[in-house]
């Protein structure tokens, strides 16, 4: 069932049967993924009931040592669409972003996080909105959050890529281009983030165009407390580092200013 592939990467093989898209892959949906499992059936249950068929979901795991593995082979059995990357050593959810991108088969690649849940209408929102909209790189849909009360969607603001201009979307609710995020990939110099917020400032720094929808398109489930492995301060450290290196300028209240003087007060504290 497993075989190698190029990067050091290892794949389960999908079984060959009766192909079930048309004309190949009009949406990819990248999945990157560390020690997921207890969460992903939903998430994949979500994607494969989307109402476009000509779809591929590709799971990229980030050498996660659960079960991972057994249960999107248990998938791959029901369905060809999905495909499955798994590196043997952790190197960060930009480099399985960046690795997933690479290998989507369609022209438009939606951003998926492992654990949330997908509206069945995200493919065809995304292929329908590109469609109509030739010039547009990126698209921003809205996402509702699972959390202990109903919260109201957050609904995107278009990205004008204007200096100091803040990210006002949700990450698992942007699709985007292929050939837009294949020349202007994720960084990789972090293992606690994928550093969104300089990809997507990196983009609009080079004229890509940014389109929103209000249409609800992710459940994104509120894991508290769970970090998949990762260093959250490092994370929120890194991200005050891009939003300064982008000249963006947060307002005290801000609550990465708070969590900033809080850590420094720490670290003070035990110096």
């Known amino acids: ?11 389960v093989q999908a079984i060959k049967r009766k192909k079930e898209t048309q004309d190949g892959a009009k949406i990819t949906f990248v999945v990157p ?13 979500s994607l494969i009931q989307q109402t476009l068929k000509d779809i591929e979901i590709i799971v990229i795991d980030d050498g996660s040592t ?3 593995s057994d249960l999107v ?27 997933g991108n690479k290998l989507a088969e369609a022209p438009i690649i939606c951003v998926c996080d492992a654990g949330d849940i997908y509206s069945k209408f995200r493919a065809e929102i995304a292929y329908e909105y590109f469609k109509k909209h030739p010039d547009i790189g990126v698209l921003c849909c809205a996402v509702m959050y699972n959390a202990k009360k109903w919260q109201p969607p957050v609904v995107p603001r278009v ?3 204007k200096p100091g201009e803040k990210l006002m979307f949700e990450h698992p609710g942007v699709a985007y281009k292929k050939e837009v995020v294949v020349k202007y990939p994720y960084r990789e110099d972090s293992l606690d983030t994928d550093q969104y ?7 609009g720094k080079n004229g890509i165009r940014f389109g929103i929808s209000d249409e609800v398109v992710c459940s994104k489930t509120s894991l508290w407390g769970y970090s998949q492995g990762r260093d959250l301060n490092k994370a929120r450290l890194k991200k005050l580092e891009i939003y300064k ?3 963006i300028v947060l307002p005290e209240d801000h609550w990465l200013k708070r969590f900033e003087r809080n850590y420094e007060a720490m670290r003070k504290a035990k110096s």
């Not at 069932?1 to 794949?11: P, V, Y």
């Not at 993924?33 to 249950?45: G, P, Q, R």
């Not at 669409?81 to 798994?86: E, L, N, P, V």
Request: glycine share 10%; hydrophobic share 35%.
């Open 33 to 45: 993924t560390l020690n997921m499992c207890s969460f992903m059936s939903e998430t994949l249950d």
């Open 1 to 11: 069932m497993f075989r190698k592939s190029r990067g050091g990467l290892w794949e």
């Open 197 to 203: 917020d300089a990809f997507f400032f990196t983009l």
């Open 66 to 68: 659960d079960h991972l």
């Open 245 to 247: 290196e982008f000249g």
């Open 73 to 99: 082979s248990f998938y791959i059995k029901k369905d060809n669409r999905i495909k499955y990357r798994a590196f043997v050593k952790r190197g960060g959810a930009g480099r399985c972003r960046n690795e």
């Open 159 to 161: 990205y004008q890529g």
